[in-house]
């Protein structure tokens, strides 16, 4: 399995508070993502990093930020959690982009009350 | 814009029959396809990939899925499924925006399996 863990693995927050989650991979890929994951959705894609300090939006990026300061960690915030961000929220990685597969980490669910 | 349907949210087969999972996607360029598994409470698992290579892909645990570009489909077959494969299954297609290329996942469809 790809090096991938997120922390925490299960948030409950009330709305309002920022709330920051981590994802840290010991495969050194160029590439990290976050998603998250709803019913009828699939994943959608919240923000991608293609390297350290190179950040970009994703379909779903209102209301989130995220942070590249070193290769094998990517933050992403919530400024002010809502209860529409209680989710799953998964990261992934890949070495590149196109054909290449994305590896994904094990998931964060988080419920903003 | 580029997309991914998935066609059935819910399956269901008996254990030994047939598993058929639909998907068709939209696309200007030839794509490059994913079916990825997630097990309950778990990330998502790889299965098989298409890039352009062979149109018939076998992935692991005895699926495979066959790319037609007429058709503009990627279906997930396995010929006997077992109780183990009840999960959630995802296609995906890279499609190209702002510069890079990014997955594009459809809705998902869960397979029940019943002995």
């Known amino acids: 399995d790809a090096g991938i863990t997120q922390s925490p693995r299960h948030k409950v927050t009330e709305t309002g508070t920022p709330v920051t989650l981590r994802c840290h991979q010991t495969?050194?890929?160029?590439?990290m993502y976050w998603y998250r994951q709803d019913p009828g959705h699939g994943l959608r894609l919240i923000h991608y990093?293609?390297?350290?300090?190179?950040?970009d939006k994703g379909e779903v990026s209102d209301g989130y930020s995220v942070s590249r300061s070193k290769t094998e960690d990517f933050l992403l915030t919530l400024e002010s959690a809502t209860s529409s961000q209680t989710s799953v929220y998964f990261c992934?990685?890949?070495?590149?982009?196109?054909?290449?597969?994305?590896?994904f980490g094990p998931g964060t669910r988080l419920t903003v009350l | 814009a580029q997309s991914v349907t998935q066609l059935g949210s819910h399956v269901s087969v008996s254990e030994g029959a047939l598993v058929l999972l639909r998907c068709n996607y939209s696309?200007?360029?030839?794509?490059?396809l994913f079916w990825y598994v997630q097990y309950p409470n778990q990330g998502l698992q790889l299965l098989l990939k298409?890039?352009?290579?062979?149109?018939l892909v076998k992935g692991i645990n005895g699926f495979e899925a066959e790319f037609k570009k007429s058709e503009t489909s990627f279906h997930l077959t396995k010929p006997s499924a077992h109780m183990s494969d009840a999960a959630e299954y995802f296609c995906?297609?890279?499609?190209?925006?702002?510069?890079?290329?990014?997955?594009?996942f459809g809705a998902g469809t869960r397979l029940a399996v019943h002995p």
């Open positions: 696309s200007s360029v030839p794509p490059y």
């Open positions: 995906a297609v890279t499609v190209f925006s702002g510069g890079y290329n990014k997955l594009i």
């Open positions: 990093s293609y390297g350290v300090k190179d950040t």
């Open positions: 495969e050194n890929h160029r590439y």
């Open positions: 992934a990685i890949s070495e590149g982009t196109g054909r290449n597969e994305q590896f």
């Open positions: 298409y890039t352009s290579a062979a149109t």
